[in-house]
């Protein structure tokens, strides 16, 4: 079992930049693929951004490539998002989610995850 819980997320104007972690109890940390999701009001939560187990790979929306960075240390069990250039259509609740395993493929589907956390306000002022 893990527990998932996500700080970092806020207010911020357009062009600006949020750190989003996501930290996780339980010593296996390095075995579960970690991806961050975001829901927007009225909207479908969707797929953001992947890392798989050790770092290596990620995987990242058309939205925000270029844009986020997904990165992890599975020493302090956690995974960061560094999300730069923000923008309006950024605002959501962004979750952290995590499913083990060591494979590197695309996991994009929220029914491919086991763990969620609560979620993390990001709101972006235009």
């Known amino acids: 079992q893990v527990q998932l819980v996500e700080s970092g997320g806020g207010l911020v104007q357009a062009g600006g930049s949020l750190r989003l972690t996501c930290t996780a109890s339980?010593?296996?940390?390095?075995?579960?693929?970690m991806s961050w999701f975001r829901q927007a009001p009225g909207k479908e939560r969707e797929f953001v951004a992947q890392?798989?187990?050790?770092?290596?790979?990620?995987d990242y929306a058309d939205s925000v490539k270029g844009r986020f960075t997904i990165s992890r240390d599975n020493a302090k069990s956690t995974v960061w998002m560094q999300m730069n250039s923000l923008k309006p259509e950024d605002t959501a609740v962004y979750y952290c989610?995590?499913?083990?395993?060591?494979?590197?493929?695309?996991?994009?589907?929220?029914?491919?995850?086991?763990?969620w956390g609560r979620g993390t306000q990001v709101t972006v002022s235009s």
């Open positions: 890392i798989n187990w050790s770092g290596s790979s990620t």
């Open positions: 339980g010593r296996t940390f390095s075995t579960y693929i």
């Open positions: 989610a995590a499913v083990r395993g060591y494979s590197s493929n695309s996991y994009r589907y929220d029914s491919q995850y086991d763990y």
